[in-house]
C-alpha cells in the first residue's frame, strides 16, 4: 500500500511539472511562421543555385565563356558554350547549364569566376516532380528575365542584392 501511495505521489509530481512547463511556454511569443504568408528574411551569406550576371549597360550576360567556372566546379554539373558574334571582341555566352542535383554548392564557380559573370542567387524555394526541373539553362533564363514585363518575375530579381559583392565582415 505504501508502494502504490509513493507511485500515486511521484506521478501527480510528475504531471505537475510537465503542466508547469507547458503553461510557462504557452504564454511566450510564438515563433513559427505561417510559410506561405509570411517567409524569413534571407541571411546575406545564402547560397542558392548561381545565375548569370546581367550586363546594366547592355542588358546582356557579362559571361563570355572563357569555362573557368566548368573547370573550378568539383561536382562537374557546370557546362558552358560560346560563341563569337559579328563585330564583338569577345565571345558570348550561348549555352551554360547547371545541374542542380550535383551541385555542392561550394562556391568554387563564383570565385573562379574573375569578372563577377555569376553568383549565387537568393532563390530558395524550387520545388520539382523530376530531376529535369533541376537541370537549369542559365542563360535562356536570363533572356527570359529580360523579356518578362514588369510584375511577372523580371523586376523582382533585379531587385535582390547582388550576392557578388565581398562582404567586408568576412575574411
Known sequence: MKKALQEISQGLISLFEGMRITLGQFFKPTVTVHYPHETLKMPPRFRGHIELVRDPETGRAICYACKLCEKACPSDCISVEGVKLEGAKKRSVSNYMLDFTKCSLCGSCVEACRDGAIRFSREYNLAGL??????????????????????????????????????????
Request: avoid cysteine.
Open 130 to 171: 523530376s530531376k529535369d526541373d533541376y537541370v537549369m539553362d542559365l542563360f535562356k533564363r536570363l533572356e527570359n528575365e529580360a523579356k518578362a514585363p514588369e510584375g511577372q518575375g523580371g523586376a523582382a530579381v533585379e531587385k535582390q542584392p547582388a550576392a557578388a559583392e565581398p562582404n567586408p565582415e568576412v575574411k
